[in-house]
């Protein structure tokens, strides 16, 4: 049963993925990213990871996509006269694209025998568990998660910043 769970929400997730990509509205495109958002929580719970469940649905889900969407609303979207589809970027996708490929392939065909060195081994400290996650950002990579909270903090009051519209000077003479 497992299995079949995996590859469904697997297939879901690329198909919204897809989806959001591909799609021509930007709302269209937000609505999908929170399908694609919604199966990989179910993924993350095939792997028994509940903080991480919870993470992805009320930070990303909840959060960022009602974040891109008021973005979205806020922007004005001009219709851009229509380009060449053919544009610079084509070679550097067809690399890259390529690249994923080759990595499928090599999954497929020997993946079996590259997971099996790590079947049996026991997770690393603070996985999985809401509890062995505060325990691991309190504890030992307290500092990182500091710096980390102060980096987020200027990235907000910086966007704030530069998302405010000049004042206009106002003369005295009344």
Do not use: C
Request: hydrophobic share 60%; no cysteine; charged share 15%.
């Amino acid at each position: 049963m497992e299995p079949i769970l995996f590859w469904s929400l697997s297939g879901l997730v690329v198909l919204f993925a897809f989806l959001v990509v591909t799609a021509r509205n930007p709302v269209h495109s937000a609505v999908f990213l929170v399908g694609t958002l919604f199966f990989m929580a179910g993924l993350y719970i095939l792997l028994d990871a509940e903080f991480l469940v919870g993470v992805q649905v009320i930070v990303y889900v909840g959060g960022i996509t009602v974040l891109y969407l008021f973005v979205i609303s806020l922007i004005v979207l001009r219709r851009i006269p229509l380009e060449s589809p053919v544009t610079r970027q084509w070679p550097a996708a067809i690399i890259a694209g390529a690249a994923v490929l080759v990595e499928v392939v090599f999954f497929l065909l020997e993946g079996g025998e590259f997971f099996e060195r790590f079947a049996g081994q026991k997770l690393p400290y603070g996985t999985g568990r809401a509890e062995d996650i505060g325990l691991a950002l309190f504890g030992p990579y307290v500092l990182p998660f500091e710096i980390a909270t102060l980096l987020l903090l200027v990235a907000v009051v910086g966007a704030v910043l530069m998302s405010r519209k000049p004042e206009k000077e106002e003369s005295l003479e009344s």
